[in-house]
């Protein structure tokens, strides 16, 4: 499905207006918390922070598209998801551990899915003055100059990123062995706790490539949309198409794509060779 140009870019511009509006509060809340909250799972924080900057987004995206729908992270799904193909996923604050710790590695992610496709996105890091735009068929920039991927094609010579869900207490299939084996393959792996500066790094080349499990449509929609705009490619760990609604993504620069797929498939078994050596 294919959409006006001018739309898009429409749509764009309200991206933007919201992260850099929600980035303002960012800045002027940090180290200033009064309240830290645990949303359920141990280390899945919610802050004052968090609620502001939605709200002042969820404001922005209703006064310019009064009908579109809404998923954000704080508020969950807001008007009627079957009246339009739009559909609009916030994460205000990505990077909510960092941020509450001190840590300046978080933004701002605001991304459109037109019948369920990522098809525009804006990530701001307000701590670096960052602005990452992209939309379907018109590029993406940082900071309104284009970017693309890197040209590494091996894993060996790769910079990886990765995560680990809130649930990893709890589950076996918690993205250890994952990082275990890769971070023996490549130059190393990464964690920023921030999923939507990792699909902005590896857009604007900086890292290779990024996978994680335990995600949520808001904190990738935007990145999708950039890294695929600058050249990057994004699929299931198998890869297969992205299914925004699994919790899993692999995201790379597409020169490494089927090696770290076929390595992620492969890391479990690894792992698990691994220990038996190192205990017997």
Aim: include cysteine; charged fraction near 20%; charge should be negative.
């Amino acid at each position: 499905m294919t959409f006006d140009q001018q739309n898009l870019l429409n749509f764009l511009d309200i991206a933007t207006e919201s992260v850099l509006a929600a980035g303002a509060v960012l800045e002027d809340l940090y180290g200033k918390l009064k309240a830290i909250a645990e949303k359920g799972r141990p280390g899945d924080l919610v802050t004052e922070a968090d609620k502001k900057a939605e709200s002042i987004i969820l404001d922005i995206i209703a006064r310019h598209c009064p009908d579109h729908a809404i998923l954000a992270e704080e508020s969950g799904y807001l008007g009627d998801q079957t009246a339009n193909p739009y559909l609009w996923a916030i994460d205000p604050l990505d990077g909510t551990t960092n941020y509450a710790h001190g840590y300046p590695v978080a933004c701002v992610s605001v991304g459109l899915m037109i019948a369920g496709i990522p098809q525009v996105g804006a990530i701001y890091n307000p701590f670096r003055q960052e602005l990452f735009r992209g939309a379907k068929g018109l590029g993406a920039t940082l900071n309104r100059r284009p970017i693309r991927v890197s040209q590494t094609t091996s894993l060996e010579k790769s910079l990886l990123v990765s995560g680990f869900a809130y649930d990893r207490r709890e589950t076996l299939d918690n993205n250890y062995a994952e990082f275990c084996h890769l971070t023996h393959l490549t130059q190393g792996v990464r964690r920023s706790g921030s999923a939507a500066l990792d699909l902005a790094d590896v857009a604007c080349g900086r890292l290779e490539g990024y996978w994680e499990r335990g995600i949520k449509a808001w904190d990738i929609v935007a990145g999708v949309v950039i890294l695929e705009e600058a050249g990057g490619m994004v699929t299931s760990y198998d890869n297969h198409s992205l299914d925004i609604q699994s919790g899993r993504i692999l995201a790379t620069n597409g020169l490494i794509h089927q090696e770290l797929s076929q390595s992620l498939l492969y890391s479990a078994d690894w792992f698990t060779g691994f220990l038996d050596k190192k205990l017997n």
